[in-house]
């Protein structure tokens, strides 16, 4: 009689204990989860807020033209210019680490925040040179940014997924703009190809690679983090 109460006391006892392995497990799914949904918001206001900085440069020299029924904000921007370039930039950030995982091919080339803020001001600068500088025709302005968006891979990226995710993301962008336009949503002032300017796969392509780098500098930072918590704890 009392073995049996022995028995039910410790069988009462192991069931109210926790296993702490499964601790551990969710503790870690629940820690990516939230670091996963901050660096998506931190992409998402980087995207936002070149959004809003590189279309003011595009309205300002009326190289596209918004109805005056949609000019809702002080940057002199369609309302939801900016949450879809952020939602974009987003994705593109987050998909990029996840490719190289996936592929087992770490992204090591040029990994430090100096870069990636070179990365950016080079972007800014091929975008500021489609709006601003002034070239004899549609086609040298557009050998030349495709010349400075490969040359930006080259110099930031190197890597095959990065060009090719570049190359696919240029294209469905460029897809979707064409279809806003041809549904009046917005225009370009001198269309030369398929109601669309003649470069613009070239800065969807830069902007890409270089929200492809800054999601990959985040993702790289996240695990420096938690490898430093893990040897912590």
């Known amino acids: 009689m009392a073995d049996s109460t022995v028995v039910s006391d410790q069988q009462r006892s192991g069931s109210g204990q926790t296993d702490p392995s499964r601790g551990t497990y969710i503790a870690v799914i629940t820690n990516r989860s939230t670091t996963l949904v901050i660096r998506g918001f931190m992409l998402f206001s980087i995207g936002v807020f070149l959004a809003l900085v ?26 939801w210019v900016p949450p879809c370039c952020g939602t974009a930039s987003a994705i593109i950030g987050l998909l990029y680490p996840c490719i190289d995982c996936r592929l087992g091919e770490p ?79 917005f225009q370009y002032t001198s269309p030369d190809f398929l109601y669309i300017r003649s470069w613009l796969p070239c800065i969807f392509f830069a902007g890409v690679i270089t929200m492809g780098n800054i999601g990959r500098q985040l993702a790289l930072y996240e695990c420096k983090l938690m490898s430093e918590k893990a040897h912590q704890d």
């Open 107 to 185: 992204h090591k080339f040029k990994r430090e925040w100096s870069s990636v803020m070179r990365c950016v001001a080079v972007f800014v600068g091929i975008n500021h040179a489609s709006a601003k500088v002034d070239f004899a025709n549609n086609v040298q302005l557009s050998l030349t940014l495709a010349a400075l968006s490969i040359g930006l891979w080259w110099t930031f990226d190197r890597s095959r997924s990065g060009f090719g995710l570049g190359v696919v993301i240029a294209l469905l962008a460029t897809l979707s703009t064409q279809l806003l336009v041809y549904n009046g949503v």
């Open 54 to 79: 590189l279309n003011l440069l595009q309205v300002q020299r009326n190289v596209t033209l918004f109805p005056p029924d949609v000019i809702s904000s002080i940057f002199s921007s369609a309302w």
